[in-house]
């Protein structure tokens, strides 16, 4: 299965070239990616981009040429990735997520899910409340706090 498509996302210029959104089928790094464009026999450039730095590799058909990158960019997340080009050259441009996005990242998610969780636990005590005063309107008395029993039931 193919790592990712071309979209076109402009028109075509007069040597037949065009700009491409590079849409992924799932998550991948900049080695898979670049593993990916070398089985498509191609040539042109791959720029890696994030946010302190770029990088370069020049291919061909199925080798790398020539290249100026840290090997540590090779295990990076590709955030998004665009290219352009036509007949037999391909250039893209990877921009990826640093140590420091992916870490954000994952604090914003964590954020995410605990805000999540806790507008639930409100709802439930809402709910808990609600209970509360419908029993208490019920028998005149305020509802006693129970535990369960083993089978989960409240007496």
Not at 35 to 59: A, M, P, T
Request: with cysteine.
């Amino acid at each position: 299965m193919k790592l990712f498509d071309l979209r076109e996302a402009g028109p075509t210029a007069g040597d037949c070239t065009a700009p491409y959104d590079v849409t992924f089928h799932r998550e991948c790094t900049v080695q898979e990616f670049i593993d990916e464009v070398l089985k498509q026999r191609e040539w042109g450039f791959i720029n890696i981009c994030d946010c302190h730095n770029s990088s370069n590799i020049y291919y061909e058909n199925d080798k790398i040429v020539s290249g100026n990158f840290d090997t540590d960019l090779l295990n990076a997340r590709i955030k998004k990735a665009t290219a352009h080009g036509g007949w037999s050259r391909m250039d893209y441009w990877l921009d990826i997520l640093t140590d420091e996005q992916k870490f954000r990242n994952d604090y914003a998610q964590i954020l995410t899910e605990i805000s999540r969780h806790e507008s639930e636990i409100v709802k439930l005590k809402r709910k808990a409340r609600d209970i509360e005063a419908q029993l208490e309107s019920i028998d005149g008395t305020k509802a006693e706090k129970t535990q369960p029993d083993k089978d989960g039931c409240m007496y």
